[in-house]
């Protein structure tokens, strides 16, 4: 996200312009912004959600194997 915030810093202080830079404009353009925020936390909270799932599975399965 900081390259992408840089990249379009210097897009606008130089007025490059090319497909490339259309893009990276296109992506700083607010609506973006708020959409890449909200699938990084997603991620975050699916691999969390993920691992606490897992490791009560393995901790079940540890605390069967105890009793057996």
Avoid at 7 to 24: C, K, N, R, T, Y
Avoid at 41 to 66: C, D, M, P
Wanted: proline share 1%; net charge negative.
């Amino acid at each position: 996200m900081g390259t992408l915030e840089v990249l379009g810093l210097i897009q606008s202080e130089l007025g490059l312009s090319g497909p490339i830079w259309d893009w990276v404009s296109l992506i700083n353009g607010g609506v973006w912004w708020g959409n890449i925020g909200l699938i990084i936390i997603f991620t975050f909270a699916l691999t969390w959600g993920i691992s606490v799932l897992l490791f009560k599975v393995v901790i079940e399965r540890e605390n069967q194997r105890r009793v057996d």
